[in-house]
Structure formats: C-alpha cells, structure tokens
C-alpha cells in the first residue's frame, strides 16, 4: 500500500523509486516517484498538478526499490534527473493520506493514544478541508485521543484518522502513548 511505503521511506530516511500503477480502469499505466525524504523532495515525469488530479485511491504499488536518482545539489551529478521535475515532497505525502486507499491509522499510530499538532508545523501549500483546519487548530492547543477528534465538527471516524495519517507524514504529529487522554474507549478497529 502506497502510503504505507512512504511512511516507512520517511521514517527510515531512505531514497526510494517507487514505481505505482495510476490508471484508474482500464490497462496499467506505471509511473516511478523517487523520494527523497531527507530533502522532502520527489522527482516524477508528470507535473505535480498532474499528478495528483487522478483518483490516488486507485493507485497501486508495482515495485519498491532504493532510488537510482539523486537529489539536485549531489555530488554525483550524472544521477540527478531533470530539475524541473524535482518538487516538494509534502502536496504528495498530504493527498496521499487525504484520498489514497488507506481508511486506517497506520500502524505507528493506531492503539492507545493521544494526539497533538508539533509546534511550528506549517501546512502552507497543502490543502487542507475547512473541518480539518479546524481540528487541526484544535490540537494546536490540546491534546485529544481518537474519539474526540473523529467528534469534531464535520469529521467523522474516517477523516480523523486520514487527518492524523496527513500530520505524521508532514512529520507535525506528536503521539503519546501516557498522557492522560490516551484512550479510545468505545472505538473499535485500531
């Protein structure tokens, strides 16, 4: 699953090429997006606006391997791709939590536990649904377990564990598994 592999590219710092299948019906249509999480960068043929106008629930991981590419500024410079296709990594990592196939925390987050925003996380450039931003100011200033975050206006269970998916990629999640509010009684499917 695409947003299980790059969470664990961002945890590990490790280049990938990560080669999907974005064809929505109909015969495959592979595309390689190396990432660069120590540069929070990703390199692809297609434009980034391109990208991600597809359906990224439909996308489907075809290979995982380390990054032949390398970031602009390597020493190795027969390696570094064309510098109008690197862009930020972030819009990618933020739509793929938002609208990928995954419903689920990943694992990293799920069980027992409270939540906050990190302070000084810009999410500029990302979009970010009016609900969320809400939740997302809320957290800011309190720390809040899964359930009453998904009771937030216009949240819901599904949204708020895509939202916390979203903040853990932007690397703007704090998870802790003692403070007080680490519960999710009532709640099943963590």
Not at 14 to 25: E, F, N, R, S, Y
Request: proline share 8%; hydrophobic share 45%; net charge positive.
């Amino acid at each position: 699953e695409l947003l299980e592999v790059l969470a664990a590219c961002m945890r590990h710092t490790q280049p990938l090429a990560i080669t999907i299948d974005v064809a929505a019906d109909g015969p495959a249509q592979a595309l390689t997006l190396s990432v660069f999480p120590t540069e929070r960068l990703l390199h692809c043929s297609l434009s980034l606006v391109q990208l991600l106008q597809g359906d990224l629930s439909r996308w489907r991981v075809l290979q995982v391997q380390p990054a032949q590419l390398r970031p602009p500024g390597s020493p190795d410079r027969t390696r570094v791709g064309q510098p109008l296709q690197y862009t930020p990594l972030a819009p990618l990592l933020w739509a793929v939590a938002l609208r990928g196939a995954r419903d689920d925390l990943l694992p990293e987050l799920a069980g027992l536990a409270a939540y906050r925003v990190a302070p000084g996380i810009s999410l500029s450039g990302l979009d970010v649904p009016a609900a969320m931003a809400q939740c997302i100011n809320r957290l800011r200033r309190q720390t809040s377990n899964l359930r009453e975050i998904a009771e937030g206006p216009g949240v819901g269970m599904a949204r708020a564990k895509r939202l916390l998916n979203a903040l853990y990629l932007q690397s703007g999640l704090i998870v802790s598994r003692s403070h007080p509010a680490a519960t999710n009684d009532g709640w099943a499917g963590y």
